[in-house]
């Protein structure tokens, strides 16, 4: 108590130096907290849902957890004892119904309640929550053809019709891209978050879709990112795919290498060049007639050496489809070309590899 006196003492004093104004008023008045809903980050949930349906390691991962949770199905508990299969209208021995569930309702468990328990684990395992919603099961095509040709046909029952029954409703996870979830600031001061769910459907991005659940497991942080366990790994399993691409564009580099020639170097003699005696005009002309024809000859040279090669690489790399026998026709009719093309180029002239 004596040092919470003096700090208020002395708090006093500092308001009494300050004119009675206290210096911590205009600290604690700073508001921090955004008002208004919250969307969580759809570009980083599309990413995780892209590395849980192709990263390799998370498959292999999410088929031994489904195999261990999952294996032996679903099991509907009373009393906290898993119900048995029975027939319907089955009896024991003290001429008592038995206690437990049809074959048609567990037939129902496995084809509805199953693929629901295993969405509901992606989701936990990819975003940290699941969105769940109810839908009513597709009616049996049969029944409906069978009704609509009573219709046609002008049957009508004669008893009283028995009111419909209620509809039986499933539960239903909806795929990415159909929805977009937010969070509010609820509660005594904001300290809760209510979570609701939108519809991407056009002319519904801003209705809420107040029969739709939403499930937390982690909560994501303050500016929308979720947290799950596939989040903790997310920079290492996109550093692994980065390396993965670079080293595929690394050996396309190098199966396919670039050509580079330089200029090759003139070599140095003693002998006189023919346009060094002579100054004279007509001695200039008859020498640059010389160098025409020798570079249109060269030109014409390394355009039959192109094609002489273009015919080479067609016949290496293409199998003899001639009908004309003999032993020679035979032996070639069964060559493979190879997977990479063998490749004959001519270099220009006075050019050399380095």
Known sequence: MSGVKSSREAGQR?????GGKSLLAPTLGVHTSDL????????????LDAMYQTHPAVQAART??????????????????????????EK?????????????????????????????IDCFLKWGFCPVVLEVPPENPAVNAIRQLKREVGMRAGKRRAPPPEP??????????????????????????????????????????????????????????VNSPLATVYEQG?????????????????????????????????QLDPGALFFDSESRNVQEGQDTEESTAAARALEMQARLCEIIN???????????????????SGFAPPDIPPKLFVLPKVHTLP
């Open 14 to 18: 500092r308001e009494a130096r300050h």
């Open 36 to 47: 208004g809903e919250h969307r969580l980050n759809i570009k980083q949930i599309y990413a």
């Open 64 to 89: 031994v957890l489904h195999s261990q949770l999952l294996s032996g199905g679903i099991q509907l508990m009373r009393n906290g004892e898993a119900a048995k299969t029975v027939k319907f209208g």
């Open 92 to 120: 024991g021995e003290d001429g008592k119904n038995k206690n437990g569930i049809t074959e048609d309702f567990a037939k129902h468990l496995d084809e509805n309640w199953l693929p629901f328990a295993k969405d509901i």
């Open 168 to 225: 039986v409703l499933i539960p239903h996870v909806p795929h990415l891209g159909t929805y977009e979830v937010a969070y509010a600031l609820v509660g005594k001061f904001g300290y809760t978050r209510q979570y609701v769910m939108y519809n991407n459907s056009p002319g519904q991005a801003v209705r809420l879709d107040e029969e739709a659940m939403i499930f937390v497991r982690q909560h994501p942080d303050s500016v929308g990112n």
């Open 238 to 270: 996109s550093f692994t795919s980065a390396l993965v691409e670079l080293a595929f564009t690394a050996e396309i580099a190098r199966s396919q290498p670039s050509i580079v020639t330089q200029l090759r170097k003139p070599e140095k003699n003693n």
């Open 314 to 332: 067609k016949l290496q790399t293409r199998p003899d489809s001639g009908g004309s026998g003999g032993p020679s026709s035979a032996s070639r």
